[in-house]
């Protein structure tokens, strides 16, 4: 396993915090509230291996105030990976984080130790801890075990002080990109590039380019990909799906708007929208 673990970097409660876990994964620090998305930090998940080691470690993180889940898949919902999210921040506030899910997967974490559960369905809008999180459509499945297709998958639009981030969750290139835009208008999306070959697999994943299409509908300020370089679910060479993204941005000319984070890496944005 290549790759190490960073001290998190906190950031002002005036500034809009991504950090880049791994995968999925991330610490999004938004107007001074502290969430994971889709924390995965186990070595293994049944079949799968981590190839690289997460960019920050369950031990370093911040109290987290809330915990979204994209979906029921074990690369995103690790029962174990939550548990440790759970205990740490009871060690350091005596409290345990909120959690957001889609709608019919609340069973899978109501005996995990959060404090509450949330469940959502595709466009639903909840108030938590002065952020507006809403779920937001997606092209994918959620099923953890292949029978149990009523649970529901999404991304989520976490707004709150000014700014505003959008996590895709996995998915396919859908119409609704554009939408998701016109109606929530995030300044940074994170979306998924890896996991597209063979073709079939761009059933329930983006391929590179779709990623950037997705990204030009949206209007978003800033992209930061993710869903790749972690685990081996597609066939692609792992290096290759970063490379054509890059290829990509520069044939339409939009580099400065791609912002590639290594594991553990944090982006800030300001309020004047200036990124360091």
């Known amino acids: 396993m290549t790759g190490i673990s960073r001290p998190v970097e906190l950031v002002d409660p005036n500034e ?15 107007h001074g509230r502290k ?12 079949v799968l291996r981590r190839q690289r080691r997460p960019g920050v470690t369950v031990e370093a993180l911040p109290a987290i105030d809330v915990v979204l889940l994209t979906h029921a898949h074990m690369d995103h919902l690790d029962m174990a990976s ?4 759970i205990r740490a921040t009871r060690k350091l506030t005596g409290q345990t984080p909120e959690v957001v899910v889609p709608r019919g997967v609340e069973d899978l974490v109501e005996r995990l130790g959060f404090s509450r559960i949330h ?19 997606c092209k994918h499945w959620g099923a953890r075990m292949f029978r149990d297709t009523h649970r529901g998958y999404g991304g989520y639009v976490v707004q709150g002080g000014g700014q505003s981030v959008y996590h ?22 994170l979306l998924p590039i890896g996991a597209y070959f063979p073709d079939t697999y761009r ?33 692609e060479p792992m290096e290759e799906p970063v ?11 939009i580099n400065q708007k791609i912002k590639i984070l290594g594991e553990g890496e944090t982006m800030h944005l300001h309020a004047a929208a200036s990124i360091r």
């Open 243 to 253: 490379q054509r993204l890059e290829a990509e941005a520069q044939r339409l000319g």
């Open 82 to 85: 939550l548990r440790r999210v």
């Open 119 to 137: 469940g959502l369905a595709w466009w639903e809008q909840i108030e938590i801890q002065s952020l507006t999180i809403t779920m937001t459509p």
């Open 16 to 30: 809009l915090g991504i950090t880049f876990i791994g995968h999925s994964s991330f610490l999004l620090q938004v």
């Open 168 to 189: 895709s969750g996995d998915t396919a290139y859908f119409d609704g990109f554009r939408e998701i835009g016109a109606k929530l208008n995030p300044e940074v999306a």
């Open 203 to 235: 059933s329930v994943h983006t391929s590179p380019e779709e990623a950037v299409r997705a990204f030009v509908e949206l209007g978003a300020n800033q992209m930061v990909p993710m869903h790749y370089g972690t685990f081996r679910l597609g066939r």
């Open 35 to 46: 969430l994971l998305v889709d924390p995965v930090f186990s070595k293994r998940l049944v």
